[in-house]
Structures are given as structure tokens and as C-alpha cells.
Nanobody, 125 residues
Framework: VQLQASGGGLVQAGDSLRLSCAAS????????MGWFRQAPGKEREFVAA????????WYEDSAKGRFTIPRDKAKNTVYLQMNSLKPEDTAVYYC???????????????????WGQGTQVTVSS
């Protein structure tokens, strides 16, 4: 299983950015997909997750209304569309996948089996 994250960069506050996570080596439709982030000196934290069929999504409070997490089954790819970015969104962003995760564990990084390599997002003020 491989998760390849991309799309990070340096942007200004208020800008938008779309992260991509291309999955291979798995049956994409069987996996819940999530995005986490880790800022320097902080623990990895949940950002968003999407159900196997894309019908349900979950967001960390500060992401609600600004971020969305669509998935494209034809491309085996999950995205994180980030709008109205703030300096506090600066972090390395990771995508994650798990086939057996339950709703109550979606925000728990240790519950995910597979991880991408991370992509840096830097938001300047």
C-alpha cells in the first residue's frame, strides 16, 4: 500500500490550496481516508476524514466551513481543499487510510494503518 501526498506549498493568509493523496496497492473504496497535520513541537492532529463511499465527512472544528475532503474513486485519490488559510494552518499534512476504522476512532491517528509521507503547508501572514 502506498499513499502519495502532494500539493503543499507556501501561500499567504486567505489563499486556497488543494492537497492530493493518491492511493495504490489497495481497494480504494474499502478504505476510510483521513487527513492529519503536525506543526513543529506539536502532536499530530486530526483535520478531516471521509467515509468509504464518500457519503459522510468529518472535520476538526477549526476546519469546518473552510476545508473539504472529496474523494475520486476513478483516480484512487482523496483531496483536501483548503480555503481561507490562516497562519495557524501551517504544518506538515499527512493522508491516512484504514479499512476497519470505526467512527469513534476517526480522530485517533493510531487507528490508521497506512500513512503518506507528508506535504508541507506554510501560510504567511
Amino acid at each position: 500500500v502506498q499513499l502519495q501526498a502532494s500539493g503543499g506549498g507556501l501561500v499567504q493568509a486567505g489563499d486556497s490550496l488543494r492537497l492530493s493523496c493518491a492511493a495504490s496497492g489497495l481497494t480504494f473504496s474499502r478504505y476510510v481516508m483521513g487527513w492529519f497535520r503536525q506543526a513543529p513541537g506539536k502532536e499530530r492532529e486530526f483535520v478531516a476524514a471521509i467515509s468509504r463511499n464518500g457519503g459522510s465527512t468529518w472535520y476538526e472544528d477549526s476546519a469546518k466551513g473552510r476545508f473539504t475532503i472529496p474523494r475520486d474513486k476513478a483516480k484512487n485519490t482523496v483531496y483536501l481543499q483548503m480555503n481561507s488559510l490562516k497562519p495557524e494552518d501551517t504544518a506538515v499534512y499527512y493522508c491516512a487510510a484504514d479499512a476497519g476504522i470505526i467512527i469513534t476512532s476517526l480522530r485517533d491517528a493510531s487507528a490508521y494503518d497506512y500513512w503518506g509521507q507528508g506535504t508541507q503547508v506554510t501560510v504567511s501572514s
